[in-house]
């Protein structure tokens, strides 16, 4: 069993990042009892709305279903030694293929249309994705910068598309006609919004899973990722693993906003994302493989739907969340900082037993 649990890699976000966790919500607490208030009866608050009851599960799991795609996106760009910070283009650029395949494709039969929405996705995805890598590997641009711009310009070509050109004439807000009933997303539980996307997450990242610790290919992902200078000296082409591997976290981002048209909106609406790629950042850091991501991305689902709660009955604002998301990055991206934490503390106590 110990076997087991070592190969599922959940030793990082068992150890380390589970101190650099709880660090966080220490240091959220010291920001909640400056703000006046209790932080026992702030994050009280926040877990009753995130599990407290049926609509908060259910909120918390909706709320996870794209950062779990967005942190599988930037979880792999980082495996293969490729930081995506396009992550949100590509959500954007996915989600306009599938609309569109979604609203002008009519008379297929619900799979295949549900199928052809998501292939587009993932391939809208990919090529927001590839420009990026190309540039870096062709002209040396790099990666980081270049994706950071094309998400504005993602947004802003989406912007006017819903503005004018594919635009609902009989709607007064920026956004399409509903989508075809064929191309809709199945809900796994009567008024919610919950759909088989969240299942269609686990499956991919049980998939990543074996894809990067149980296949060739993952190895060679890993390794480049891992060091280049060793990869290409054992014989890898270092130059495609790297375009492979943003073409998959590409792959991967666009499907957040498949899931997002086919199941939560079932339309594509302007400023449909509230930084899910961004956030997926925070997610893939706390996760350090895709079976934790999964799990990471409920506790940042959780958050969020416990944020809501937040606006009733306190004078907190909705931000402490986007404050506790950046502490907690800032601590695990700091790993240096809970070894010496640790030592000091020991020395400490072996002082006072001296």
């Not at 270049?146 to 989406?158: D, E, Q, R, S």
């Not at 807000?173 to 997450?201: D, H, N, W």
């Not at 270092?238 to 666009?254: E, Q, Y």
Request: hydrophobic residues 50%; glycine residues 12%.
């Amino acid at each position: 069993m110990k076997k087991l649990y070592n190969r599922m890699n959940f030793g990082k976000l068992n150890i380390s990042s589970l101190y650099s966790l709880l660090l966080a919500f220490i240091c959220g607490g010291m920001i909640i009892y400056i703000s006046g208030n209790s932080p026992f009866e702030i994050y009280g608050i926040l877990l009753n709305g995130a599990i407290g009851s049926k609509s908060g599960i259910l909120q918390t799991i909706l709320q996870s279903t794209p950062l779990l795609f967005c942190g599988l996106s930037v979880l792999l760009g980082l495996k293969g030694g490729i930081l995506n910070l396009g992550v949100e283009g590509q959500l954007y650029i996915g989600a306009l293929f599938s609309s569109l395949v979604a609203i002008y494709l009519k008379g297929l039969p619900a799979p295949l249309h549900v199928l052809l929405c998501v292939v587009a996705g993932m391939l809208g995805g990919m090529l927001w994705a590839f420009l990026p890598i190309w540039l870096k590997i062709k002209r040396g641009a790099h990666e980081v910068v270049t994706a950071l711009m094309m998400n504005y310009i993602a947004v802003l070509f989406l912007d006017f598309l819903l503005n004018y050109p594919i635009r609902d004439p009989d709607s007064s807000v920026a956004q399409t006609v509903l989508i075809e009933t064929t191309a809709q997303l199945p809900r796994l539980f009567p008024r919610s919004k919950v759909t088989i996307a969240i299942l269609f997450g686990i499956l991919l990242g049980c998939g990543i899973y074996f894809l990067l610790y149980r296949s060739r290919l993952g190895y060679k992902i890993i390794l480049v990722g891992s060091n280049v200078k060793a990869a290409a000296a054992s014989g890898i082409h270092v130059n495609r693993i790297l375009i492979l591997s943003m073409l998959l976290s590409g792959l991967c981002a666009g499907l957040a906003g498949t899931m997002e048209v086919l199941g939560s909106y079932h339309r594509l609406i302007q400023g449909f994302s509230s930084g899910y790629g961004f956030e997926g950042i925070a997610v893939a850091v706390l996760g350090s493989s895709p079976i934790s991501v999964i799990f990471s991305a409920l506790l940042f689902g959780g958050l969020k739907a416990g944020g809501i709660a937040l606006n009733f009955g306190t004078n907190l604002s909705v931000k402490f969340i986007s404050v506790l998301q950046g502490l907690i990055i800032l601590f695990i991206a700091a790993p240096k900082l809970i070894p010496n934490l640790k030592k000091r503390f020991q020395s400490t106590i072996q002082r006072k037993e001296g």
